[in-house]
C-alpha cells in the first residue's frame, strides 16, 4: 500500500503561476523556520543580555526566569506539545514552498509504540521538522492516533524563547531519560523520531550526495528493543538538496575544524547557503526543490529489557537492509539515478 498526500495542488505551481498572497506566505513561514533554528539562538541571548542590563525591563525577565527555571526539565517530561501550534495554518504553506509530500508505504496500528529512523538529517531539518512537528503534510490524518515526539540535542532547549517554540511542537531532549519517559507513558500510540545521524551526519548534507552516518548508530537500536518499540525506516528525497555547502572532504582544513567544534560543543557548523528572499541571489532561504518523505514498514521488535551486543547488532543489520531496500525502491520516483547507492557510513 502507498498514500501520498500532497499539502495543496497549488504547491505544484512555478513561482510565475503562483499569486503574490501565497509566494509572501510561504516564503514567511520558510523565513520564520530559517530564524528559529540559525538566528534565534543569538537573538535570544541578546534580549536577555539587554533584558538583565535595563532594570526597568525587570519587570519581565525576572518571571521569565523564574519560569525558564520552573520548566527547565520539560523536554525531559515530554515537553508541552500543543495542538493549535502544531496545526497553525503557516505551516501548511511552509510544505508548499518546496513542495513537501509524505508518503505512507505500511500502517502504524495506534495500539504499538514505534521509534522511527530519520534519514538524512540536512542542514537544519526542515522536512523532519514539517513531518513531526506539524500538520503541514498531514502527518495525523496519514497515521490517525500516533502522537509524535522528535528528538533533538540538549543545548536546543538552552536558548530562552527558543526553548518555548521547540517545547509547544512536543520536541524532546535527546536524553535517555527523555526518550524512554515517553516510550513508558501508557498508553501506546507514541511515535519518539529520532535522527541517528545527527550533527555529524549536517557535514555530508550536499546535493547528490547520499551518505548516512549510521554504521555505528546503536543507541535507537537498543532503546527499541528495552522498551519493545517497532522500529520505522524512513527516508527524506530531496533534503540535502535544498541548501549547498562549501565542500569539506573528510581531511580538510574546514572539516577538521568542525569535527573539534563538534567534540567541543556537541554541534556542527556547516558553511551553508541557499537563495536570498527576493531573488536567486546567495542567501539563507532554502532553494525550492521538492521533497518527498517515504515512511517505511515497520520492523517488528521484541521487549527485551536488557538487550545483548549481540540482538542489537542483528536488529541494527535487519534495520539497515530495510532502509536501503526502501531507498533502492523509491529513488527512481524522485529524480535520483537507479545507479546510485544508499552509503552507511
Known sequence: MTVTVAPDDKSMKDDSEEDIKTQFLEKLAAGLYVFAFVIAPFVSMTICII????PLLWTIGIPYLIWYAYDFHAPRRGSRPWRAFTSFWLWRYLACYFPMRLVKTAELPPNKNYVIGVHPHGIIG???????????????????????????LPMQFWFPLRREFLTLTGTISSDVE???????RP????VVAIVPGGAAEALDSHPDTYDLTLKNRRGFIRLAIKHGA????????????????????????????QMAVKRWTGATVPIFYGRGILSNIIGL????????????????????????????DELHAEYCRR????FDEHKTKYGIDKDIQLRIV
Open 230 to 257: 517497532d522500529l520505522v525506516p524512513l527516508y527524506h528525497f530531496g533534503e540535502n538538496k535544498i541548501y549547498s555547502q562549501l565542500p569539506n572532504p573528510h581531511g580538510s582544513r574546514l572539516r577538521t575544524f
Open 178 to 184: 527523555a526518550i524512554e519517559y515517553v516510550l513508558d
Open 323 to 326: 532502509l536501503v531496500a526502501l
Open 51 to 54: 533584558v538583565f542590563m535595563t
Open 187 to 190: 498508553p501506546k500510540g507514541y
Open 126 to 152: 526542515f522536512a523532519t521538522f514539517v513531518t513531526f512537528c506539524t500538520e503541514g503534510t498531514h502527518f495525523s490524518r496519514l497515521f490517525p492516533g500516533l502522537r509524535r515526539f522528535p528528538v533533538t
Open 285 to 312: 532561504m532554502p532553494y525550492r526543490k521538492p521533497i518527498t518523505t517515504v515512511v517505511g514498514a515497520p520492523i517488528p521488535v521484541k521487549c527485551n529489557p536488557n538487550p545483548s551486543e549481540e540482538e542489537c
